[in-house]
């Protein structure tokens, strides 16, 4: 296993989780699943068993409700989730989507403890003229006092790139489906 591998947090956003990404994530040392459907309840129990038999995070996205009905760790507020948040249990960590330092304050607003700056690398999404790059990752997240991970155009090549960043780790879809 390389050496990044063990201290990055990895992140991967699904609906699903099968065979093949329950291996390549548990190849991190701090595993961490972003259900991002609402609408198939087993889905989410069986990703959830999995989580806690091999002690990896389980967060939803933007449904702190669901949250709290399921016993969950925790939920991801995307860039455009925009309402105010009243959570009155420290037992849901939030985690925040920005792209610049405006979006920054307002999710340190709704409590979001830690940050995906979005778009690194260039993806299908996100051509090479929108991306923010490893130097402008580094200045746009450098005086942020909260935990950073680097979201957008993630692969092994890449993976090793974030190194050279104050990203604790990343989070991804095509990653783990490769």
């Known amino acids: 296993m390389n050496s990044y591998k063990k201290k990055f947090n990895a992140f991967y956003f699904g609906n699903k989780i099968d065979k093949d990404i329950k291996k390549k994530l ?5 595993p961490n699943i972003i259900y991002i459907n609402h609408k198939n309840i087993l889905d989410l129990l069986e990703i959830k068993k ?4 091999y002690k990896v995070k389980l ?8 949250a709290k009905k399921f016993n969950i760790n925790g939920v991801h507020l995307g860039a455009d ?3 105010k948040i009243y959570i009155n249990s420290k037992k849901i960590d939030l985690i925040g989507t920005v792209h610049n330092q405006k979006d920054f304050y307002f999710k340190r ?7 995906f700056l979005s778009p690194i690398f260039e993806t299908k999404k996100y051509s090479k003229n929108s991306i ?3 130097q402008k990752f580094n200045l746009n ?4 006092q909260t935990h950073v991970y680097a979201l957008a155009g993630i692969n092994e ?4 790139k974030l190194s050279i960043t104050k990203a604790e780790g990343f989070g991804g879809i095509g990653f783990f489906n490769l």
């Open 26 to 30: 548990l190849k991190f040392k701090y």
């Open 50 to 53: 999995f989580c806690k038999n």
């Open 59 to 66: 967060y939803v996205s933007n449904n702190i409700n669901l």
């Open 81 to 83: 989730y925009k309402k």
């Open 109 to 115: 607003q709704q409590g979001c403890t830690a940050i």
């Open 132 to 134: 923010l790059n490893i």
């Open 141 to 144: 997240s450098k005086n942020w």
């Open 157 to 160: 090549n890449n993976l090793k």
